[in-house]
T-cell receptor, first 114, second 115 residues
Framework: AQSVTQLGSHVSVSEGALVLLRCNYSSSVPPYLFWYVQYPNQGLQLLLKYTSAATLVKGINGFEAEFKKSETSFHLTKPSAHMSDAAEYFCAVTGNTGGFKTIFGAGTRLFVKA | EPEVTQTPSHQVTQMGQEVILRCVPISNHLYFYWYRQILGQKVEFLVSFYNNEISEKSEIFDDQFSVERPDGSNFTLKIRSTKLEDSAMYFC?????????????FGNGTRLTVT
């Protein structure tokens, strides 16, 4: 069974500072990993996905994530935070075990201070 | 850009009543899903649907829940007899291929309040 753990339910950074949101996964099969973002009163939107083509994945809005198999991690980073990045971020995993189920982490709310 | 649409955006119902939440997935997508998010909690998988049948369902998706694709465009979630603990945001999602290969596209959700 697949699962993801997001460390830190809340992260606060200053505008212009590095954003680091942590995600560790557990999967019995090679995982496909995703980061989604949720703005208030909206559904989740895809930021980026890892599908084994490259370990460093670039997404929208300047975000990127690195897949590290040895650490079972898929942390999300952005070099310089912007006020508009304030949102909830979800790490997610899908494994090819049939059923087409994507499992989401508990989410990390990012606050950006001026 | 095509999007998943959900109606209504808010639904208030009394305990024991039936509710139907409606979704129109993206037209060329073949895989459909329902998730829910209780206020302040994680996004939970309910059910996936492909080729006019349920592919997988979670423990939450008990006999009180059902899904249907009554025509070529709509995808509905029915809760037969609502309970207070069914109060949550319900998200519909669709994907072009299986979620192993393609990401989910979510609607903006229906906020269900059971009183």
């Amino acid at each position: 069974a697949q699962s993801v753990t997001q460390l830190g339910s809340h992260v606060s950074v200053s505008e212009g500072a590095l954003v680091l949101l942590r995600c560790n996964y557990s999967s019995s099969v090679p995982p496909y990993l995703f980061w989604y973002v949720q703005y208030p009163n909206q559904g989740l939107q895809l930021l980026l996905k890892y599908t084994s083509a490259a370990t460093l994945v670039k997404g929208i809005n300047g975000f990127e994530a690195e897949f590290k198999k040895s650490e079972t991690s898929f942390h999300l980073t952005k070099p310089s935070a912007h006020m508009s990045d304030a949102a909830e971020y979800f790490c997610a995993v899908t494994g090819n075990t049939g059923g087409f189920k994507t499992i989401f982490g508990a989410g990390t709310r990012l606050f950006v201070k001026a | 850009e095509p999007e998943v649409t959900q109606t209504p955006s808010h639904q208030v119902t009394q305990m024991g009543q039936e509710v139907i939440l409606r979704c129109v997935p993206i037209s060329n997508h073949l895989y459909f899903y329902w998730y829910r998010q209780i206020l302040g909690q994680k996004v939970e998988f309910l059910v996936s649907f492909y080729n006019n049948e349920i592919s997988e369902k979670s423990e939450i998706f008990d006999d009180q829940f059902s899904v249907e694709r009554p025509d070529g465009s709509n995808f509905t979630l029915k809760i037969r007899s609502t309970k207070l603990e069914d109060s949550a945001m319900y998200f519909c999602a669709s994907s072009e291929e299986s979620s192993y290969n393609s990401p989910l596209h979510f609607g903006n959700g229906t906020r269900l309040t059971v009183t």
